[in-house]
């Protein structure tokens, strides 16, 4: 039991009081790091061609510590949900979402050795390695805060996109019964004029599709304007918020850091 302990000590993220904690976190945030860089070089053939023991060694390695991992997490899951039943702990993880980014990681590896299957789906499959990538939420405290303020401010965000949605959908319709007549290849439905209507409301302004027509230029002249407004509002919301979780962790961390008499309550100063 001493030993479940330790090994979930050393996994679990918000206990890190040794030094051993830290390179457990470490290593394994430096090997996801690793394994993206190494899919990336992968897609390079001459790179690839050159280097593909090295990126099969990698893989392998990789796979090993995060079967390791995930079987371990798996192991002392009722010592992370102290509350309910072992067995209820581990189905609670393994259907977490954390859970089931740890499996899709490592199941495409195991999948095709497992069932016979199609050598362009496991081509497919690869692309689950990218998955690894979020398992540095659980390894770095700055994804935390990041995903805690589009936690706070969802609400905020999900009104905005309704808007712009709404806009998107009005403008392309707009546009499409105005530029239609003069350009029905451009315009042959509402789904290319959609397409218009992202670039301008983004006001990233492609140029392969644009109005000739004089209402068409003008309309697109009022989306682009509205755009720069509307879009810009999520940023502002985000930033603000971000802004709003900084200070409410350095607060939170000042309080904690002051010590108080067990008995008074008062603060001990030093």
């Given at each position: 039991?001493?030993?479940?302990q330790?090994?979930?000590?050393?996994?679990d993220?918000?206990?890190?009081?040794?030094?051993g904690?830290?390179?457990?976190?470490y290593?394994?945030?430096?090997?996801i790091?690793?394994?993206?860089?190494?899919?990336?070089?992968?897609?390079?053939?001459?790179?690839?061609?050159?280097?593909?023991?090295?990126?099969?060694?990698?893989?392998?390695?990789?796979i090993?510590?995060f079967?390791?991992?995930?079987?371990i997490?798996?192991?002392?899951?009722?010592?992370?949900?102290?509350d309910?039943?072992?067995?209820?702990?581990?189905?609670?993880?393994?259907?977490?979402f954390m859970?089931?980014?740890?499996?899709?990681?490592?199941?495409?590896?195991?999948?095709?050795?497992?069932?016979?299957?199609?050598?362009?789906?496991?081509?497919?499959l690869?692309?689950?390695?990218l998955?690894r990538?979020?398992?540095?939420n659980?390894?770095?405290?700055?994804?935390?805060?990041?995903?805690?303020?589009?936690?706070?401010t969802?609400s905020?965000i999900?009104?905005?996109?309704?808007?712009?949605?709404?806009?998107?959908?009005?403008?392309?319709?707009?546009m499409?019964?105005?530029?239609?007549?003069?350009?029905?290849?451009?315009?042959?439905?509402?789904?290319?004029?959609?397409?218009?209507?992202?670039?301008?409301?983004?006001?990233?302004?492609?140029?392969?599709?644009?109005p000739?027509?004089?209402?068409?230029?003008i309309?697109s002249?009022?989306?682009?304007?509205?755009?720069?407004?509307?879009?810009a509002?999520?940023?502002?919301?985000?930033?603000?918020?971000?802004?709003?979780?900084?200070?409410?962790?350095?607060?939170?961390?000042?309080?904690?850091?002051?010590?108080?008499?067990?008995?008074?309550?008062?603060?001990?100063?030093?």
């Amino acid at each position: 039991m001493k030993i479940r302990q330790q090994i979930f000590n050393l996994i679990d993220e918000d206990k890190k009081n040794s030094k051993g904690d830290f390179f457990v976190h470490y290593f394994i945030s430096i090997l996801i790091i690793i394994n993206v860089i190494a899919l990336f070089l992968e897609s390079y053939e001459h790179i690839n061609k050159e280097y593909s023991t090295l990126f099969w060694l990698i893989e392998i390695f990789s796979i090993i510590i995060f079967s390791i991992e995930y079987i371990i997490r798996i192991w002392t899951a009722d010592l992370a949900y102290t509350d309910i039943k072992p067995y209820k702990a581990r189905l609670k993880y393994i259907c977490s979402f954390m859970g089931i980014i740890d499996l899709l990681s490592i199941i495409p590896f195991y999948l095709p050795y497992l069932i016979k299957i199609d050598l362009r789906v496991v081509r497919v499959l690869r692309l689950f390695r990218l998955l690894r990538l979020l398992k540095l939420n659980r390894h770095s405290n700055s994804l935390k805060l990041i995903i805690n303020v589009f936690k706070r401010t969802k609400s905020d965000i999900l009104i905005t996109v309704f808007i712009v949605s709404l806009l998107l959908i009005l403008s392309a319709t707009l546009m499409y019964n105005i530029e239609n007549a003069a350009q029905p290849k451009a315009f042959a439905n509402i789904g290319e004029a959609l397409w218009w209507a992202v670039a301008t409301l983004t006001t990233v302004g492609y140029g392969d599709i644009y109005p000739v027509t004089g209402i068409g230029k003008i309309l697109s002249g009022v989306i682009a304007l509205l755009g720069i407004g509307i879009v810009a509002l999520p940023t502002g919301i985000i930033s603000s918020a971000y802004i709003e979780e900084i200070q409410y962790n350095r607060e939170k961390s000042k309080n904690n850091s002051i010590e108080q008499c067990p008995h008074c309550g008062k603060e001990i100063k030093k």
